[in-house]
């Protein structure tokens, strides 16, 4: 039995929908029954009446609630305890709402400021990032939106921007820009991470799903080896070409399609705003490549 699974379970009893609790995770429906079936066989007992649409919960569900609602209480708290601690000892706590910009920035920070060490994980939500400011669960929030809180001060950290990673030897690697609109019939493979700057931008990939064209893939080893395929398009990002190498082959051309830039903010408490001075400063030093200041 995994923590994991008791939050999962949690959340399918509040929300009492498979489809609205698999939206609130961010996980896939087939994903959140499958961990639900796991749960219920290692209790070996069902824990919902399942009736129509809804998921309500029979009574081993309400006890097995109950305990889950106690063991999740009890490691939010270990886990807050060791998160003080971690502070005592001079760790910079930083939550980032999706994998790409802590990828970037966290080796390059500490290589800039090696005396300060780091503690980076992915959002639950980005909902809750305001909370974990204010309940000091992080020092540095990264998120897609500008946290208004009269006790937090937000700061433009990065810029975001979709584009496309096309093969040197093929005829759209002689254009400046492209708008993708323009060419809908081109093989397109897409690694998809379901991130919150992918759903930022879910008008522009639902579109794309609509393509006969364009393959989504979610293995990035499969998506890696198309990488080299000579008639195959894909994507990257302002962000992720700074640290991922597609290789020398291929050319990097800016899109023009409506829908796919975001920024990213990174926020702190004022309170803490001392604490937070060496990311600020390095953020500054690095504003060019990281928000294209040219």
Not at 67 to 92: C, P, S, V, W
Not at 100 to 113: A, E, Y
Not at 208 to 228: I, M
Not at 262 to 289: C, G, H, M
């Amino acid at each position: 039995m995994e923590l994991t699974q008791l939050r999962q379970f949690k959340i399918l009893a509040e929300c009492s929908s498979m489809t609205q609790a698999a939206e609130k995770l961010h996980i896939s429906q087939p994903a959140l029954s499958a961990a639900l079936k796991k749960l219920e066989d290692e209790l070996e007992t069902p824990l919902f009446e399942r009736k129509r649409s809804r998921m309500i919960l029979n009574d081993a569900g309400k006890l097995a609630l109950t305990y889950a609602g106690a063991i999740i209480e009890k490691a939010d708290e270990m886990k807050n305890i060791f998160r003080r601690y971690i502070r005592q000892n001079n760790t910079l706590l930083l939550g980032f709402c999706d994998p790409g910009p802590m990828r970037l920035s966290v080796p390059l920070f500490q290589k800039s400021c090696p005396e300060i060490e780091v503690s980076s994980e992915l959002l639950t939500s980005e909902d809750n990032a305001p909370n974990n400011l204010l309940s000091h669960k992080y020092d540095i929030v990264i998120s897609l939106r500008e946290l208004k809180h009269p006790d937090i001060v937000s700061m433009p950290f990065a810029r975001e921007e979709l584009m496309l990673s096309v093969p040197a030897q093929d005829p759209l690697a002689a254009e400046k820009q492209i708008c993708l609109h323009d060419h809908q019939t081109r093989k397109i493979a897409v690694y998809s991470i379901d991130g919150a700057y992918e759903r930022r931008i879910s008008p522009f990939m639902n579109w794309l799903r609509t393509l006969p064209s364009v393959t989504f893939y979610t293995d990035y080893f499969v998506f890696q080896q198309l990488l080299n395929h000579k008639n195959v398009l894909t994507f990257t990002t302002r962000l992720v070409r700074q640290y991922r190498n597609d290789g020398g082959n291929r050319v990097v051309i800016p899109l023009t399609d409506e829908g796919i830039s975001a920024v990213y903010w990174f926020s702190f408490l004022r309170e803490n705003q001392k604490r937070a001075a060496p990311f600020i400063d390095w953020q500054r030093q690095n504003a060019t490549p990281l928000l294209g200041l040219e």
